[in-house]
């Protein structure tokens, strides 16, 4: 893939043709598709039925393997020379091998710079961005750069209702305060942990953050909240953003 005296060199990408047009328009070219897995055996934890609490062997399996998909796909992108990677997906399927085996999967574009300035992250390695195209051009022009996907999880075994507890709710409007209380929880926790990822990279702010749950097949008692975002830096002193324009679509 990469240029040579005998060989011109090719890129691939899954980057729409929008998206693509506007990476070059940022000054970018984009130099390949770049993906890391990681296909990850989960543990067991058993839960106490009437607490709630987080599944710590469980949100760290969920996490680990998502950090190598990551990983095995920045050194993807560093092996070809790359600034960064857009576009970046993170997948979980599950296979017929066993059900506690998981792959993780983690693709995107990776880019590279024309203009020959840094846009490594703290770390060194190519930076990465859950951005659209069209959202990565439009966060350039304002003055902002990304400089890592960040995220954070937590698994949470939400209490189960004791029989007492059904009966004095049956027919009444209640407010459920353990599952109001476990979910709340839980996502603070995936909050706080992404929040902290933003910070080890120098960051100013997570911009597109997400919260998105998953039960994985634990049961309806056990949750995993995964947050989600692009970790971003000023690079300009004057943020100037440009006014909305309309545009109408011709398609059928």
């Given at each position: 893939?990469r ?6 060199g ?18 970018f ?8 897995s ?31 998909a ?42 590279r ?20 195209g069209?959202?990565f ?21 939400v ?77 300009s ?6 006014p909305?324009?309309l ?6």
């Amino acid at each position: 893939m990469r240029s040579d005296a005998q060989h011109r060199g090719l890129f691939t990408s899954d980057l729409s043709v929008n998206e693509f047009l506007l990476v070059r328009e940022a000054g970018f070219d984009p130099v390949g598709l770049v993906v890391g897995s990681s296909i990850y055996h989960i543990g067991y934890q058993r839960a106490n039925w009437s607490q709630n609490q987080e599944m710590g062997v469980l949100t760290q399996a969920m996490y680990h393997a998502r950090e190598l998909a990551m990983t095995r796909m920045e050194e993807e992108a560093n092996e070809l020379g790359a600034d960064g990677i857009v576009g970046v997906r993170l997948e979980v399927t599950r296979h017929e091998w066993g059900e506690a085996l998981a792959e993780f999967v983690a693709i995107g574009t990776a880019i590279r710079a024309r203009n020959g300035k840094a846009f490594r992250n703290a770390h060194g390695m190519p930076f990465t961005s859950d951005l659209s195209g069209q959202d990565f051009w439009t966060l350039l022009r304002a003055g902002y750069r990304p400089v890592g996907m960040v995220m954070g999880n937590c698994v949470y075994h939400v209490s189960h209702q004791g029989l007492g507890q059904w009966f004095n709710q049956v027919g009444r409007n209640v407010e459920m305060t353990n599952y109001t209380q476990a979910l709340y929880d839980a996502r603070e926790l995936a909050m706080e942990r992404m929040q902290s990822e933003a910070l080890g990279l120098n960051a100013q702010g997570v911009v597109g953050a997400q919260i998105v749950e998953h039960s994985h097949g634990w049961g309806s008692h056990v949750i995993e909240f995964f947050a989600v975002g692009t970790a971003v830096i000023s690079i300009s002193e004057e943020h100037q953003i440009s006014p909305p324009s309309l545009s109408l679509l011709l398609n059928d």
